[in-house]
């Protein structure tokens, strides 16, 4: 099935056509990062007004990528949540026109589960697996055991890790959204120079904590103002984000344990991160387990992730109705009551 899917939770528009949920024809997305920048975080009312000016030429964009015409497209895939509620509208609105005016099928699908099954536009996985989501509004683990079967067996109690990025990078006075400026940094700093706290690593739980890693931080530098670029920033950079792995790390380990998976998705924005990459490539060695990261591109908002379940919903019945609202919040573990 011939798919066009559609992204516009935050601050991403973007369009892509996926062929069988497995194989990206075209992916644009237009970021509206550099505007967002300049308020040192995504303004809502600005990041909708934006959708609105790029979604058509974003979605021609990616038609034309692909070398087809709107009237080849077979069903429609779209983020129903979770998200900015007006940001949200805007995509699925245009995915609602497009369908009807196609006379062709639509669905609405979970932006995280967009983000776990980007990988496979890479490479299949099988079921069951555990998902390690680290991105701008979730650090959560889910155990995985098909499409639309999620269940959260751990997630932070507080700032999400990319959350825990942003707000150390902006403490140190790094451009929004400094998540890839501080890998950048670390990548020549020594991790061991400043100790900063695991938070709950040994709490048996597999919940995650992360404002006090920012609050740490915070305090470590108004005692030691850090120059910028200098070798004690890249210092505290790779401190910091070795602190983060530590913990992911730790918690995958013991969720994988667990639940006695034996493959492991890393998913969302913060997957991008080299330190992370590496040791969760260590870890999964270590313990034979199978790991799939998709590469930087797939981990970071998109529109051809939602491809993947989204042509799996439109093959087997799934489609959603024109009344279909978007949901600013959406719990992962109640898509299974869709079904029932
Ligand atoms: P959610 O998916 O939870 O709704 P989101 O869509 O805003 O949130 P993503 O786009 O998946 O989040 O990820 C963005 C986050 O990833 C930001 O916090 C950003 O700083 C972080 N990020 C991107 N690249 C890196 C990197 N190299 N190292 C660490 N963090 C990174
Ligand atoms: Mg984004
Ligand atoms: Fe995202």
Redesign the pocket.
Known sequence: MLILAIES????TAAAVVRDGCETLSSVVSSQIAIHAEYGG?VPEIASRKHLEMITPVVNQALHEAGLAMGDIQGVAVTRG??LAGALLVGLSAAKAIAFAQAVPFVGVH??EG?IFATCLEQPVEFPFLAL??????THLYLVEGFGRYTTIGRTIDD????A??KS?KIMGLEY????R???LARTGDCRAVRLPRPLINDGSLNFSFSGLKTAMLQWINKHPVAMPSQDASDLCASF?EAVCDVLAFKTEAALRQCGARRLVVA???A???G?RARMTRMAADLGVELHIPK?AL???NAAMLGVAGNYYLCNGHASSLSLDVTATWEMDRIKDMFL
């Open positions: 939770s935050c601050d991403e995504v979770p998200g932006h995280i983000h989501v680290v991105s701008g509004g979730h999400a890790a990319g959350e990025f942003d990078a959204p400094g998540g890839a501080i890998d950048a984000q969302g924005g913060v991008c991160n080299s992370l930087p981990c970071g908002d």
